[in-house]
């Protein structure tokens, strides 16, 4: 498919892929996950981990995406005519759209809490408040705007509209004009708040905890957890690398440009280690969980709440996991997107149209699922958990197991040194150690994650 659209400029296409990886596990995952698997060891078995096995997978993406030139079920239909490994690409569309359903419902949060620390209406009622009650206000505010039924709900269907909006600008009016101007600017206010919390007071231990690595804290659940959140972060077996892959340009280095996006991810992570650990260990937080929701809706408004110009603050970090969520979405869904118009022949409009009207029903039942629907359970899980689970701990980990069978074993002989090599007109000496880390590395690494989700 030659013809197929392209990215049009070097820098959008980093900022593209860099903005598809780059989101809430990033921001609001990966400083829970140090927390609970011992800090500054588990910072350094991810950073290993990103280099040593992400990296590899996302090229093996990469190459399946570029050498196919279509979307994620097409690519395979395209290198393997038929064969049945377009199941792996089917895979990957069904979890990327399950994602979808409930990460539009956290954007929309995101959205939600912006609005509310522009405003002011978010540290209404807490100016006066401290210690045990400021926490109280910030857990009522949470329940009001996270577990009501109707300001999520609204929130949710405005983030949708939004997505919509930037992929009817297609490839590179949409997707790439919104990365060019939202990733800078979300390292402009991880750098301004990351310097704001590393002047506080006892800054320093907060650091110490994260940078210092205590080896005895490292087990194999360790090991395992750091590996799952690098797939996690790096959005890997998703579909949404082979889909912006099929956009690259034939002269892309793929090898430096999986290094780029990689140390950008990772950068954003360890920026955002900087400003949480400080943070709560300025202000006495330490010992409290940064779980997920916790650590975003309660935890840092609290320590905003304790600043100068907390609305300043909180506006400013809540735009960040704003853009980490809108570029994200943005991503997910366009493998949907790809996948219709590619495989069906939709128009754009029709295509983009057809992927989320489904949303307004299936996101709004996720966000429903923490108020009058948090009854509905299934194998005890809400709608919101259960799409959680079997896509992060199922369809994720066998999507990835899968694309490395594949291209290490089945793939057109030849496929990965062409791609790398841009078909033999620059040189790759990564070929070799990259087949052999999806053949044999990867897919065992991988499936110690399935076996521990269950254990």
Known sequence: MSSKIQFGTKIGLIAATVGSAIGLGNVWRFPAETQANGGAAFLLLYIVCVLCLGIPVMLAEFSLGRGGRSDAVGVFRKLSPGKPWW?????????????ACYYMVVAGWTLEY????????????????SGESLRSAFDVKMDHYVCDDVNPLIFTVLMIVVNAGVLLGGVQK???????????????????????????PDAGEGVRYFLEPDFGRITPRVVVNALGQAFF?????????????SYYPADTNLTRTSVIVSLLSLLVAVLMGLIIFPAVKSFG???????????????????????????????LFFLLLFVAALTSTVSI??????????????????????????????????????????SAKLFGLTIFNLLDTFTTDILLPVGSIAVC?????????????????????????????????????????IGLILVFNYM
């Open 87 to 99: 199941l792996v690409g089917a895979v990957a569309v069904l979890a990327s759209y399950l994602i």
């Open 114 to 129: 912006l609005w509310h620390s522009v405003a002011g209406g978010l540290y209404e009622a807490v100016d006066t408040a």
């Open 174 to 200: 949409g997707i790439e004009k919104l990365s060019n101007i939202l990733m800078p600017l979300l390292f402009v206010i991880l750098l301004a708040i990351c310097y704001v919390t590393l002047t506080l």
């Open 233 to 245: 972060s790096l959005s890997l077996g998703m579909g949404i690398l082979i889909t912006y892959a």
């Open 285 to 315: 937080l330490d010992n409290e969980s940064l779980e997920g929701a916790t650590l975003v809706f309660v935890t840092l408004p609290e320590v905003f709440a304790q600043l100068p110009w907390p609305r300043l603050w909180s506006s």
């Open 333 to 374: 869904t366009e493998v949907t997107v790809a996948m219709l118009e590619d495989r069906l022949g939709m128009r754009r409009r029709t295509a983009v149209l057809t992927a989320m009207a489904p949303l307004l029903l299936l996101s709004s039942l996720c966000s429903l699922s923490f108020g009058s629907l948090s």
């Open 405 to 445: 069978i594949y291209m290490g074993w089945f793939a057109p002989k030849g496929l990965l040194a062409d791609e790398l090599s841009n078909h033999g007109s620059r040189r790759s000496r990564w070929t070799a150690p990259v087949l052999f880390i999806i053949r044999y590395l990867a897919p065992v690494m």
